[in-house]
């Protein structure tokens, strides 16, 4: 394998050539076909790119080989949302009296999947506590087929051994699906400790510049065919244009990673030790109590960390509004820094109990974008003193 930025430039060079050096758009809706036999074939072919666009294009043909190539995966696909990849794959790989297991600390939209929808569809789940393997292997019943992994978490950053829960499912039949939106396959490969799919929310880090909203799934060619045949009744087709976005975005992932990758520590270390802080979540840390598997299966800890204030949920709004650089946004994984309060932003996903048992009231998600290190851990440390002199 090349090195990975020489795959985000090239990795799709021979998918559809062309002499054009930036890739062109292909705003069709359709293909026509030399014949019949030629018609049939694109009408059969999965995750192909001259038929129809909801059955591919060729911006999604060149997207999903830089995917693939980067995750170390045989095939990869996109969808019109991360969302759309997550139930996509669910709804390919499970029917009606199946089991899934899940993560207690997951993306609410995930939590909301595993929570409301399945079981709605006759589909039973169990969350465990992901930081302890053994409770994977203890959910398990003869009707598990899909276990949901998520690592780092979102937004406690808890970190799920991969290779124990890959093992334990391939045991037994199981399927793997991790969510690897905010390691990305520059930090983190779950292929390589024997996960089968992987998914990405790529209008984050993937695309890295807040303008595309899309997802993408990576694994075996036999498993992506039956997601793709899913997605085929779903519709969650990805646009022309916001794949050609997706993969201009692409071509400069490992530099950005490698600054958010930097600014994230910087603002976990400076604020670790700050009186207004309660405590802080980032497995780059040496005090996290699982950096040694962090770093068993991650070579960098991205740009995301969360912060509990003391002060509760009053603090955690406090420094929001307090902050310069980074803007109150539900969003991540872009140039610029971004935050929010998660307990705020999922409850259009799960009910009161839910979030409560989800995240503590004063907990602050941080991504840090690519501007200067010194200006993020200046404003983030700026408005936590402030807190210390606020009146109750």
Same mark, same amino acid.
């Given at each position: ?6 795959? =985000? ?15 062109? !758009? ?99 789940? =169990? ?46 039949? !199981? ?19 024997? &996960? /089968? ?29 039956? !997601? ?13 244009? /916001? ?36 405590? &802080? ?14 770093? /068993? ?42 935050? &929010? ?28 974008? =690519?501007?200067?290190?010194? /200006? ?17």
């Amino acid at each position: 394998m090349s090195g990975r930025s020489t795959v =985000t430039v090239h990795a799709d060079r021979l998918v559809h050539p062309d002499a054009a050096v930036a890739p062109p !758009i292909y705003q069709t809706a359709a293909f026509s076909a030399g014949d019949g036999e030629a018609f049939a074939r694109g009408a059969t072919e999965p995750r192909g790119k001259g038929f129809y666009t909801r059955f591919g294009n060729p911006n999604h043909a060149q997207v999903s080989a830089v995917v693939a190539e980067l995750e170390g995966t045989e095939a990869a696909m996109v969808t019109a949302s991360g969302m759309a990849a997550l139930t996509t794959a669910v709804l390919a790989l499970v029917s009606a009296g199946d089991h899934v297991i899940g993560q207690k600390s997951t993306y609410g939209g995930t939590a909301s999947v595993l929570l409301n929808l399945l079981p709605r569809l006759g589909v039973a789940t =169990t969350l465990v506590d992901q930081r302890d393997p053994l409770a994977f292997e203890r959910a398990v019943t003869p009707k598990t087929r899909l276990i949901l992994l998520e690592t780092p978490s979102n937004p406690l950053l808890h970190v799920t051994d991969l290779r124990a829960v890959a093992d334990l499912a391939r045991d037994r039949g !199981i399927t793997t699906l991790a969510d690897n939106t905010f390691a990305t396959p520059l930090n983190q490969r779950p292929a390589e400790f024997g &996960v /089968d799919v992987v998914w990405h929310s790529a209008t984050k880090y993937l695309n890295g510049h807040t303008d595309v909203s899309a997802g993408a799934l990576a694994g075996p060619a036999e498993i992506l065919d039956r !997601i793709w045949d899913t997605s085929l009744l779903t519709g969650a087709t990805l646009g022309p244009v /916001d794949a050609w976005l997706l993969l201009r975005g692409m071509r400069t992932l490992p530099l950005r990673v490698a600054r958010h990758n930097a600014n994230g520590l910087a603002l976990a270390q400076a604020l670790a030790e700050h009186p207004a802080v309660a405590a &802080v979540h980032y497995p780059g840390l040496e005090s996290h109590p699982q950096h040694k598997l962090a770093t /068993d299966q991650m070579t960098g800890f991205g740009g995301v960390l969360s912060v509990e204030f003391t002060g509760g949920f009053e603090a955690a709004d406090a420094f929001l509004g307090l902050l310069h650089y980074s803007r109150r946004s539900a969003s991540l994984g872009g140039v610029e820094s971004l935050a &929010v309060h998660p307990a705020s932003m999922w409850r259009g996903m799960l009910s009161d109990e839910q979030i409560t048992d989800a995240v503590p009231p004063g907990l602050v998600r941080l991504a840090a974008g =690519t501007e200067d290190t010194a /200006d993020l851990v200046d404003d983030a440390v700026a408005a936590a003193t402030a807190l210390l002199t606020r009146r109750p």
